[in-house]
């Protein structure tokens, strides 16, 4: 016999019965027609993990380029965050790079040293080594209610006495801060060169780029394959 639902159940915060709305608007059925396109308001992720870290990667890599910094400048790193970040990415023991998908930690210290955080920053290996490892440490993040989903407040301390300061309010890959189409070949190219290579990457890329000249899809496909 099933087990009936019981209060407890509803006030679980990431429970089943939580992803099912309490509300509903039938005019979101036809309203706009034909006006509003819900493929308009797709985004790119510029970074290969939980989007409530994004915000917080964004601002370690801000501070890095505006400042030629490098790991061993810093004595720690301060975030403040919104409360989902610490409830869904707040590992700091990891054993493996997917496991530092889920670390706001990890994310910011491989954004901090190597300047980006795709698939390859959250690899075994790079979880594992010993300067990710050590700035990982060097990280502390609190919770600001006051804070959205997308931005974050980072603090860099520095070991010369240096504060610097970031307030990402719109995250990068955001509808108010797209990524731009150089950020997209960019991030294509991490994705695709390690499987066709990267003359066959960059052919992919010019072929898409003007889809409407192509009688059909079986070329783009075709090249796309590995």
Not at 120 to 145: C, K, P, Q
Not at 163 to 185: A, K
Not at 192 to 207: F, K, N
Request: hydrophobic residues 40%; neutral net charge; glycine residues 8%.
């Amino acid at each position: 016999m099933d087990t009936p639902l019981r209060p407890a159940h509803w006030k679980r915060p990431r429970g089943l019965l939580r992803t099912f709305p309490d509300k509903c608007d039938w005019n979101e059925i036809n309203a706009e027609l034909g006006k509003r396109f819900e493929i308009a308001f797709n985004t790119y992720k510029p970074f290969a993990c939980g989007v409530v870290i994004h915000p917080s990667i964004d601002g370690c890599v801000q501070l890095r380029r505006a400042h030629g910094l490098s790991a061993e400048d810093i004595e720690r790193i301060a975030l403040k965050v919104h409360p989902l970040v610490l409830g869904l990415t707040g590992k700091r023991a990891l054993k493996s790079g997917l496991e530092g998908k889920f670390s706001v930690y990890h994310g910011c210290a491989a954004g901090f040293i190597f300047g980006a955080a795709g698939e390859s920053e959250f690899s075994d290996s790079i979880v594992a080594r010993g300067d990710v490892m050590a700035l990982r440490d060097r990280i502390e993040a609190s919770v600001d209610a006051s804070i959205g989903e997308a931005a974050a407040d980072v603090t860099i301390v520095c070991r010369n006495g240096r504060t610097l300061h970031v307030l990402v309010e719109h995250v990068i890959g955001s509808l108010e801060r797209p990524m731009t189409s150089e950020d997209l070949r960019r991030k294509f190219h991490a994705l695709v060169d390690p499987v066709l290579g990267l003359g066959r990457a960059t052919s992919l890329i010019e072929r898409c780029a003007e889809p409407a000249a192509a009688a059909d899809v079986r070329a783009p496909t075709a090249m796309a394959r590995p």
